[in-house]
């Protein structure tokens, strides 16, 4: 469904990512792990077309990305949970997740998928009308999920989606994904929580300062005695 | 002798929300304490409260023994607390070390004239700031990226600059909110490691908001846990991690 | 106080200028985040493109005012293109503020070379005289009549566009996160050149609506209502549109009562004083939301 | 538009280039708000030395001339000077405008160089003896116009109010005379209002002063633009005084597309009438209006006769190009004391001029009938 | 000593100005300066002493100001107001310089004072505004008061009035004030402008520079670790209008007339020196001497384009700040190596991480 090759991207002179490459199938959940600095934040930028690409290959569906604008990849059906939230501070969170549904435009389904949401995102809902800026983080972060969700996408990137969140929360993240893949969508999952993130993946991959060390099976992987002492914490 | 920090009946409210509502608490000298808590249950604003951000409703707050209730944020600074940021507020167009140097600017100090005339004060209290500036990045081994700009930095130690800034101001009390998040879990054990050196070496009484349990039990003597803005139970670390009601609301 | 009448009524006929510019300002201003100093020249591009048709090609005056939106259209679209959108993403957002200055210039010597600085006398785009009351004593001109209704439908018109349509939404979204923007689908370019396309061809009917009240054209005459329709926008709160036509509107009639009652020679320091004073007792203007950062 | 510049270096500030020819230099706005009177200015000078280059020239030589912007500056226009120096100016007709007049006099004081403005109207353009103007002074239009209402039988009851630009150095200055004047005279000012350049559009205020003061006379001391503003504005709220105007509001009749008929009845004091029949404003206009579209006012024929004052001045002193600056300023600070200028576009007789660089010329007043300027009685 | 990075950058922008003069002074003496550049020198010193002191302000506090000029007026007045009073009395020329240049350097000090009282309450766009409005006040103000003395003391109207025997107007509102001696040289202009870049790059860079700094960086932090936002934005705030106060009286003394018009003392000039100060890059002291250099001398270079002149300025000024600032020139630029044409960058003690 989404295979990236060779793909190498620059800020100004720094290289971020040195030529990396890995696939999502459909159906999929796919970890992508790495110490801070590493390159994912980078890699999901790019695909989603915030970044360009400076060399190498995305390719969404048989669909080739590189040079395609990042609003147009969304409405291919890719969304993108982004690191640090980004939500419409001062849109009230019922306007947030209205935007989520931007490229969509039955009125039927958009408000099955508020529902959805809503009954996933209880504390959403309370607070509908509160202005996004004045959640508190872990709101704020459930409202980047929602908001993602709104758009029903085929694939979604998720950035870091447990960063700042209680440990029952992130238990429900994770939940939350799973339910997202048992829906059918994919997902590409960015995590720290490497031990949780791996868990519930079919696959991962290793991102090492720009380059990708080590791929396999998620369970293989978290037998790996070099990932337990690097990223376990083990 | 009286408790480092006191905190009692505080509460504020926005718009109709009360975020943190009648809130105690008590932290000893030399204590490492946790505020643990779901999210949005009002422990960042609690925060805000003891650094002067939010005027409380109701309430008082001691330090040691000097209430600094309503005080401004600069004024209790300098009466001893200092803090870091859930989401991270460095001087980003600032250099690593001058970072550290703006929170060393109250203790050491020359008079701005001396500065532009560069008189002989500037040249020597310069580099005891760049001296102690340096200990202290040293301490959080950042003496390498002292050049760098701090936008620059990679988030971890982005968030280790933030706590050596806040030391630099040379606090009594020092707050820390989420330090760990965003860290895998080894950076989280390297942290550990830091925070108990510093309250160490620095005879610091520390306050931290955070998620990550291994880190919450690994240093925290003693925890208080908020939610819906009141404590929901407090008392040793292991104590509080146990009780149903916490597992319930927080821990699941 | 028929005498107070008249002269709040004259700073009403002022003030629905300055609404009615500060409307488009706002415009372009709340969604594109930057002050746009050639906003001014704009309308004064569209000025000249009326009189054109209207008294070189004896055109109607309304089929002139759509061929003048529709040149400002374009003017705003290519300028946001070549000059504006380069910069999007640039360091720091007094770099396109700055090619703004550059632009506004660039129109007016344009304008110099084409239309020379010979003054030309604009022909009212309404032929109405207005209403008289109290025995003929107080008088409101048709301009002012005219223009207050439309600044009214243009308020309601962006009201309605920016909360209620997609694309207005899409706006508000630009304006807060362009990368949070995309995510969700959002074209941010064609957004953009929209807020400019809409912003510049409200410049157009601005600038008809100047020009048939104080009708003398140079390439000048856009520059100092450009800068009252700025502060008719910061003084209704940035962003805001009806503050926009309040902030307007207000600027007119105390610019009126404080030549009237205070000092003619000294009314510009006395609007801008009273500026001072509404912000420092309202730092974000008169509806300017308060954003408060959560720490 | 202009001459060639060779490229100017230190000796050429010596004064005493080739000597083939006369190097005339003129400063003035031909960019930013003031730039109609500084290109009508260029426009006109350069009909008058194309005029007389094919006539001859002045004592046989020829007229180079060149004409700088000064953005209605001051320190753009002593940059605009010294970029005429370098290029080997010998004399300077300008500047147009009264503050940039004043630095640069200050500048060929310093050099000694003969400078005539056109249309500088300041008390303190001419402040040195090297300096001349060829219009009225502010002071001599305030206290001329006041004199001329009170000895008009038809105005000199009149309650009169004022409308004056407090923000320009012109306006201002023939206000503060004609008030003073007035005074003398005892005529009745019953409204003194103003307004500034950057609030220039809307006079209902100043205007409903006036009217609520009963003034039937209206004083504008100010130019022409604003002037038709004003007209327009009087006329929509009803008001309908007798307008009387100074020399800026002179080219009245030439904005474009402007309702000729708000002017009727207006006076103006005015040296120049774009209208008058005479064969020398006949030709002037003609050309004038060939070279730029539209008709001139009093700025351009001011420069026009300045052109010629320059040329009548050298002829009887025989200046010739070769003489230094310095030298050539001297023959002409002393020729323009003794010539009497005859034909001119901006006076009905001739003009001579005083040692304080002040001209004798009569005001005409004018009335505008028919859209036309008609003399007053 | 050992220097640091930043001190060395500080004292190339120094030798820079010095080896500027110097290379004049040499031009001059062997008579290859035409009067047109010699008459430029002055104004490029005092429009690159404002750009240097807007810089403190936009820069380095990362406030936008846009009345400037409104402080460079005050100056300019208060000066002139003083040598024209004292012109005839006798004293000598240097002094009285000295004393005028203090006396407006000072006056412009007290108004950015009382200014930034305002000014701490706002941020952004309002703040631009009041500074705008501020400056413009100023100017409306001198532009309409006239100050005269006679035989019976000193007055002031909003009216023009007679004076009474020997009499002196001071103040003649448009008019403005007559007759300053032109005082400026180059020589004291470069030395001005020496010691305005002295003072602002040593405040820069000492404990008070750094609080300055972390305000505009991030305001919040900075009251978090002790900073007295008030007491730093007002000190960054007042220096910055005492130097263009400086700049002011160097303008007044340059050109013996002064009248308090939007052609000198409006938004719109302001607005340029803002421009100045953007083009030489944010925060970069040396880049706003560059660029007031070149954007002050390009359209006196384009004279011979006549009536084009200002449409190439235009066309010109929007092509540099792209080239400048569009991140995909800057880009380009980092991928080829080739240095910025001016130096967009914050210049700061700073390298980049890879
Ligand atoms: N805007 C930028 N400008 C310059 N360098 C950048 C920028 N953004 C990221 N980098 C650098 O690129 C590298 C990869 O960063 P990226 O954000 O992709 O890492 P990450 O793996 O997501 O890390 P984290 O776990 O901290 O989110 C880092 O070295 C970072 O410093
Ligand atoms: N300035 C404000 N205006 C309105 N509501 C606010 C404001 N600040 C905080 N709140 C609300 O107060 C509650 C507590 O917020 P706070 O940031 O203290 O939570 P928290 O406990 O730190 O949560 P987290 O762990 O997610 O950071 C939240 O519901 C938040 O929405
Ligand atoms: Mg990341
Ligand atoms: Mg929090």
Redesign the interface.
């Given at each position: 469904m989404l295979e990236i090759k060779d793909l190498e991207v620059s800020y100004g002179m720094i290289k971020a990512l040195k030529g990396i490459s890995f696939r999502v199938d459909e159906g999929e959940v796919i970890a992508l792990i790495g110490a801070n600095g590493a390159g994912k934040t980078t890699a999901l930028h790019t695909i989603t077309g915030l970044l360009p690409a400076e060399s190498g290959s995305i390719r969404f569906d048989g669909v080739e990305l590189t040079k395609v604008p990042a609003h147009k990849i969304v409405a291919m059906g890719m969304a993108h949970v982004p690191e640090g939230r980004r939500v419409f501070a001062n849109l009230s969170v019922l306007q947030n997740l209205r935007m989520g549904a931007y490229t969509r435009s039955d009125r039927d389904e958009i408000s099955r998928n508020l529902e959805m949401v809503f009954s996933r995102f209880p504390r959403l809902k309370e607070r509908q009308n509160q202005l996004s800026g004045t959640l508190s983080g872990g709101e704020q972060q459930m409202l980047a999920m929602g908001r993602a969700l709104m758009s029903s996408p085929k694939i979604i990137l998720m950035d870091e989606p447990s960063m700042g969140l209680s440990p029952i929360l992130v238990n429900e993240i994770f939940d939350i994904i799973e339910k997202v893949k048992a829906d059918g969508t994919t997902v590409l999952l960015v995590e720290q929580n490497a031990k949780k993130a791996l868990s519930i993946s079919d696959r991962g991959y290793v991102l090492e300062t720009g380059r990708i060390v080590l791929e396999g099976k998620a369970s293989e992987l978290l037998n790996n005695e070099q990932i337990r002492k690097a990223y376990l914490g083990e | 002798m009286c408790a480092m920090l006191s905190v009692n009946n505080l509460s504020i409210s926005f718009g109709g929300l009360r975020a943190v509502d009648d809130f105690n608490i008590e932290i000893e000298k030399g204590e490492l304490y946790g505020l643990i808590g779901p999210n949005g249950a009002g422990k960042t604003t609690v925060f805000n409260l003891l650094t002067g951000v939010y005027r409380p409703d109701e309430g008082r707050i001691f330090l040691e023994d000097r209430n600094i209730t309503g005080l401004d944020t600069v004024e209790i600074n300098k009466a001893g607390i200092a803090r870091t940021f859930q989401n991270i507020r460095l001087f980003k167009d600032l250099s690593v070390l001058d970072n550290v140097k703006i929170g060393l600017h109250n203790i050491f100090t020359y008079p701005t004239i001396s500065g532009i005339l560069r008189l002989s004060s500037y040249f020597r209290i310069e580099k005891e700031m760049d001296e102690r500036a340096l200990e202290l990045l040293k301490v959080f081994d950042l003496e390498k990226e002292k050049d760098s700009f701090a936008k620059n930095l990679p988030y971890g130690k982005q968030r280790k600059l933030e706590i050596a800034r806040a030391l630099a101001t040379g606090p009594k009390l020092l707050l820390l909110d989420e330090p760990a998040a965003g860290m895998n879990p080894n950076e989280t054990g390297e942290l550990m490691d830091t925070i108990r050196f510093v309250r160490d070496e620095f005879d610091m009484t520390i306050l931290l908001i955070e998620h990550d349990m291994k880190l919450v039990s690994g240093i925290c003597e003693k925890l208080s846990v908020l939610n819906f803005g009141s404590v929901l139970s407090r008392g040793k670390t292991s104590e509080v991690l146990n009780d149903p009601e916490v597992i319930a609301a927080y821990l699941g | 106080m028929l005498?107070f009448l008249?002269?709040f009524v004259?700073g009403i006929?002022?003030g629905s200028i300055y609404a009615i510019i500060a409307l488009g300002y706002t415009m372009v201003y709340g969604i594109a985040k930057m002050l746009n100093f050639a906003h001014g020249d704009v309308i004064m591009i569209g000025s000249y493109i009326i009189?054109t048709s209207m008294?070189t090609w004896g055109l109607d005056p309304l089929l002139s005012i759509v061929i003048a939106a529709a040149g400002c259209t374009v003017l705003g679209i290519v300028t946001e293109k070549v000059a504006y959108k380069p910069l999007r993403g640039a360091a720091s957002s007094l770099a396109v503020l700055i090619t703004a200055i550059g632009v506004s210039y660039l129109l007016q010597?344009l304008a110099?070379l084409i239309f020379?600085?010979?003054?030309?006398?604009?022909?009212s785009v309404v032929s109405w005289?207005g209403i008289s009351l109290a025995g003929?004593e107080l008088?409101i001109?048709g301009v002012t009549i005219i223009t207050i209704i439309t600044s009214l439908i243009v308020l309601l018109a962006l009201q309605t566009f920016i909360k209620k349509t997609k694309q207005g939404q899409a706006m508000v979204a630009v304006s807060e996160d362009k990368g949070a923007a995309a995510l969700m689908g959002i074209n941010v370019n064609k957004t953009i050149s929209l807020t400019f396309a809409i912003g510049s061809g409200l410049a157009a009917i601005a600038g008809a609506l100047l020009c048939s009240a104080?009708?003398?054209l140079?390439?000048?005459t856009g520059a100092?209502?450009g800068i009252k329709a700025f502060v008719a926008a910061v003084l209704g709160g940035i962003g805001s549109i009806p503050g926009a036509m309040i902030g307007g509107l207000l600027l007119g009639i105390i610019?009126?009562l404080s030549?009237?009652y205070i000092s003619?020679?000294l009314?510009?320091a006395i609007v801008f004083s009273i500026l001072i004073i509404v912000l420092l007792v309202r730092p974000t203007g008169l509806l300017g939301k308060k954003v408060q950062e959560k720490v | 538009?202009?001459g060639t510049?060779p490229a100017?270096?230190?000796e050429a500030?010596s004064g005493s280039s080739g000597g083939e020819a006369f190097k005339i230099g003129g400063i003035g706005p031909?960019?930013?708000?003031a730039?109609?009177y500084g290109?009508d200015v260029r426009d006109a000078m350069q009909i008058a030395v194309d005029e007389i280059n094919a006539d001859g020239g002045i004592n046989g030589y020829q007229i180079e001339y060149k004409f700088?912007?000064d953005?209605?500056?001051?320190?753009k226009a002593?940059?605009?000077?010294?970029?005429l120096?370098?290029w080997g100016m010998q004399m300077l007709i300008g500047t147009v405008t009264s503050?940039p007049c004043?630095?640069v006099s200050?500048k060929t004081k310093e050099d000694n160089m003969f400078q005539l403005t056109p249309s500088g109207t300041?008390v303190?353009c001419v402040q040195y003896d090297n300096a001349f103007r060829l219009c009225f002074s502010d002071p001599n239009q305030g206290s001329a116009s006041a004199d001329y209402i009170a000895g008009n039988d038809s105005l000199k009851g009149s309650k009169i109010a004022i409308i004056y630009?407090?923000?320009?150095?012109y306006?201002?200055?023939i206000?503060?005379s004609f008030?003073?004047r007035a005074s003398e005279l005892s005529l009745d000012v019953v409204s003194?209002?103003?307004?500034?350049?950057?609030?220039?559009?809307?006079f209902?205020?100043?205007l409903?002063?006036s009217k609520?003061a009963g003034a039937d006379l209206l004083f504008l001391p100010i130019y022409y633009?604003?002037a038709?503003?004003i007209l327009?504005q009087a006329d929509?709220?009803?008001y309908a005084p007798v307008f009387f105007g100074v020399d800026g509001m002179d080219g009245i009749l030439?904005?474009?597309?402007?309702?000729t008929s708000l002017a009727e009845g207006v006076y103006l004091l005015t040296p120049f009438s774009a209208t008058a029949q005479d064969e020398l404003t006949v030709n002037f206009v003609k050309k004038f209006k060939e070279m730029?579209?539209?008709i001139p006012n009093q700025f351009g024929a001011d420069a026009y006769d300045a052109v010629y004052a320059v040329k009548a001045v050298c002829e009887a002193q025989n200046v010739a190009p070769s003489q230094s600056v310095s030298d050539i300023c001297e023959a002409m600070k002393k020729g323009m004391t003794e010539i009497e200028l005859g034909n001119v576009l901006t006076s009905p007789t001739s003009i001579t001029w005083t040692a304080e660089g002040e001209p004798n010329k009569d005001p005409r007043a004018v009335i505008i009938k028919n859209s036309e300027y008609v003399l007053a009685e | 000593m050992k220097f640091t990075k930043q001190t060395k950058r500080d004292l190339y922008t120094c030798v820079m100005v010095i080896l500027f003069y110097v290379v004049i002074q040499v031009l001059d003496k062997a008579?290859?300066?035409?009067?047109?550049i010699?008459?430029?020198l002055v104004?490029l010193c005092y429009y690159s002493i404002a750009a240097v002191a807007l810089n403190l302000v936009v820069g380095i506090l990362g406030d936008l100001s846009l009345g400037h000029a409104g402080f460079m007026c005050v100056g300019a007045f208060s000066a002139s107001l003083f040598s024209v009073a004292v012109k005839e009395s006798g004293m000598p020329a240097g002094l009285r310089f000295l004393t005028a240049l203090i006396i407006g350097t000072l006056m412009a000090a007290l108004f950015g004072f009382l200014i930034g009282i305002p000014v701490l309450r706002l941020n952004g766009d309002y703040l631009a505004i009041v500074t705008l409005a501020f400056g413009?006040i100023i100017k409306?103000f001198l532009?309409?008061v006239y100050l005269g003395y006679d035989e019976e003391g000193l007055h002031v109207a909003f009216?023009?009035f007679?004076l009474k025997g020997e009499g002196k107007m001071l103040i003649n509102?448009?008019?403005?004030i007559?007759g300053t001696p032109?005082d400026s040289t180059f020589t004291i202009s470069i030395v001005i402008l020496l010691l305005a870049l002295f003072a602002i790059q040593n405040l820069v860079n000492s404990r008070a520079g750094r609080a300055i700094m972390a305000i505009r960086d991030n305001r919040i932090a900075a009251e978090a670790v002790g900073i007295n936002i008030t007491k730093y934005k007002m000190l960054a705030f007042t220096v910055s209008a005492a130097i263009a106060g400086t700049a002011g009286v160097l303008?007044s003394h340059?050109?013996?007339?002064l009248?308090a018009?939007?052609?000198?003392f409006?938004y719109n000039v302001s607005i340029l020196i803002l421009v100045y100060v953007v083009l030489g890059g944010i925060g970069n002291i040396r880049g706003s001497i560059i660029a007031t250099a070149i954007l002050y001398i390009l359209p006196?270079l384009l004279?011979?384009l006549?009536?084009y002149?200002?449409l190439i300025y235009s066309i010109v000024l929007i092509v540099i700040m792209l080239i400048n600032w569009a991140p995909a020139a800057i880009a380009f630029r980092e991928r080829y190596g080739i240095r910025a044409f001016i130096g967009r960058k914050r210049e700061n003690s700073g390298k980049e991480v890879s």
């Open positions: - | - | 005498n008249t002269y004259n006929s002022l009189y008294v010597n110099l020379t600085a010979n003054p030309k006398s604009f022909s005289d003929g008088k001109q104080y009708p003398n140079t390439p000048y100092m209502p610019e009126s030549k009237r003619t020679q009314s510009d | 538009a202009t510049a100017a270096q230190g500030a031909t960019t930013g708000a730039a109609i290109s700088e912007d953005e209605h500056n001051a320190e002593v940059n605009a000077y010294n970029t120096k370098d503050a004043i630095a200050e300041a303190n630009d407090s923000s320009i150095e306006s201002t200055g206000h503060d008030v003073a003194d209002t103003s307004f500034t350049t950057d609030s220039n559009t809307d209902t205020v100043q409903q002063s609520d633009q604003e038709s503003l327009q929509s709220m009803g030439g904005v474009e597309n402007f309702d730029t579209g539209h | 008579g290859v300066l035409s009067f047109h010699k008459g430029l104004p413009e409306n532009a309409a009216k023009s007679q509102g448009a008019m403005g007559q032109t303008f340059n050109t013996s007339t009248t018009s939007s052609t000198y409006g006196e004279r011979g006549n009536s002149r200002m």
